[in-house]
């Protein structure tokens, strides 16, 4: 404990620790976030949209007029009038006679993720999920020391085929599958969304196998195509778990998010927040009942529905015109992103350090996946750029991926058969400005 | 899943769940809440002592002119203004030179301990604490799956000898400490701290045991008898993590606090701290950067200074005129809290329901304990009732004991000999008012 060597404390950390590395594309980032980049890396909601006149003057009355209490401690469940407008809100998606009784607030969906994991997961459960997750939830299975167990994806979502397989061979292997973690809606990284027909088929699955489903629902509201497939909560009671989250329908920086939970769980929830946060926000959880309360928020959301359709648009008609031949692409019907393929033998992840230096920056897929996978594909963000930045960072883009492709004409598969090895998906975890 | 029992969830739960149960006294602490109880049970700050109608226009300021940035995603370490602010408060606790690259801003001083704890503990490892101990580091620990070993105090705080006894002890029963867990300034619950003799005897059994300590100092700040003495991490700058808060200085609503920890681990709590929360809430980040920034805040912590030694004042007077004899009490010299060992054969937990009668609240011995202890001891807070509230609660608190007296001087111990059980600390943790 005393000596110069760069980690002293190497012995004494918990075993969970022990597969934790610093990613080294996080410094890739850091540069990432320069103003002269076009960063289509992010999942950031584009924050300039909202009223801020108004959410400010919102929010300094609830300091001033409110302070004693929306600057004191807060209960760990989090307040009922939030947990009321809460219900309200999921009842816009479809699920309705939810009990507030039944809501967690949490810090952000992320901290919703985590209680569910520590409530469930030993080291060596096994979680399903899509293949390609969301980054934070493969970090929460990480820490849990749980082992992630992809289902494919086509243009209508996990293939429900391919989950009975999956399964039977984690039965067959002896070990025990706990949840399917699934993003049914506007998938991120995807950007598809589960049919209807194997909304049901899922179900029904997991019912026979006995395996809880924690269904992850940030991008159900922003839709553009009509109103998305009611979510799976809504077609079943028990043995679902639905997590959402204001982040992206209001603010990311309040973190706010919550858990619908069956009756016996919620308690367990909350004394495990507890022991996690104390409590949530007062102050956070004041902003969003009150922006629920007082301000037109289906409004708004119409509002981004329109923002992100017409990005959407943007990103895709730059993405036909001027990707090099062999890319293909989702056509995500709302949400946040495109997940795209890039043409045989290009690698995303090596190819990003080329993407910065031309100013573009992009997840790349090996994030997405716990085991490696990925290296053929990337995420791209349409929610936070203009749609002339998004076309300009799809132009960078493709100029870097066709000198790519010309080294690779000229040199062969050589060079650029490094950062091949497979790695686990918290080292390559993007920054919380990649949520 | 789909029966009717109350927790068809049970077999599917992690083995960290198996012992949380719910409290028994939460119930009664809801009732404590209502405005005819004086409530000695909380821990929460006055925080109508803040400049409000500055605090309010500060803050929609935020919204209004800076909601692009404040209401966005922020980075799981924290933003670096935050983080050089947080160097000059722990520099004015005697804490000089820190790098704000090793902070790490968090959710409260709550996750603080539980990112340390994640990063420190398997099931099975030990945990040296003072005895009493607070209750939210109590419940992290239990979660972590790990064992609480106490260590008394007296009027100078931890007794060092007992220290390395129970070093001793642990290492004798193969078991593996991995830290020491200490509060030594108004340790809450126990109201005293550890003297500056005992604080390098303290410093020095570590490191020659190789513990690691995590040092909670929530309270420093809040001194009524000049300042406080020096914390360990102004010490020694290896082998200590220095956890702290801005909820008992500024607003525990916003849920802002933070770790100062060795540069190698520091960036392990940051990637853990990304799977717990993904990042603080930018706008409270932001809001406690101004409040540091433009608003009087040592004079604010001066304030609060006065305003809880004369509350101490208060409480102890109350005490000394009304107690039964063979009551005795700390004397805190800063702080919230007074610790208090009833006259033989009384029992706090016991006598709650009855205290909640007499529209009076405490927090019963047993929550500070992880062993199931301290039956015969209270917490009390003074920090956020004013004087007269605090004597009437003495007055009332009194009554009730003199009525249990007279009960047993009566009918002996039979009478209430009940809830006498060994129990585990987060089946008695007491929700978040009681921070």
Redesign the interface.
Known sequence: ??GTT????TD??????RG?T?SEIRALFAVASRPEVVSLA????Y??A?P??A???????????H??????????QGNVDLRERICEVMALSGIHGASPDDVVVT??G??AL?LLA?????PG?VVLAEGPSYV?AL??F??AQAQVHHVPMDDDGMIPAALEEAIAAIARSGRRA??LYTIPTFQNPAGVTLSEERREQVLDIC?RA?L?VVEDDPYGLLSFEGDAPLPLRARRR??VFYVSTF?KTF?????VGWILA?H??R??LV??S???????????QA?VTQYLTTMPWREQVKSYREIYRERRDALLSALHDLMPAGTTWTHPTGGLFVWATLPEGLDSKAMMPRAIAARVAYVPGTGFYADGTGTGNMRLNFSFSSPERLREGVRRLAGVMEQELAMRAVFGAAGQAHHRRRGNA?AD?P???L?
């Not at 959410?55 to 007029?65: A, C, K």
Request: aromatic share 6%; with cysteine.
């Open positions: 404990m005393t760069q980690d002293d404390y004494v950390y918990a075993r969970r620790v934790m610093t992010g999942g950031a909601p924050i300039a909202l801020l006149d959410v400010g003057e919102m929010l300094g009355r609830l300091g001033s007029e302070g004693a209490v929306s600057l004191q401690y807060s209960i760990g810090v952000g992320q901290q985590d520590r409530l469930f997961l030993d459960d934070g970090g929460v990480q820490a706990k949840f019912e006995g809880l028990e043995g982040s603010a990311p920086g309040l973190r069956p016996a769980v308690e367990k004394m495990m507890e022991a996690n946060v104390l409590c949530p926000s007062a102050f956070a902003a918290a975890a920054g919380p400005d949520a």
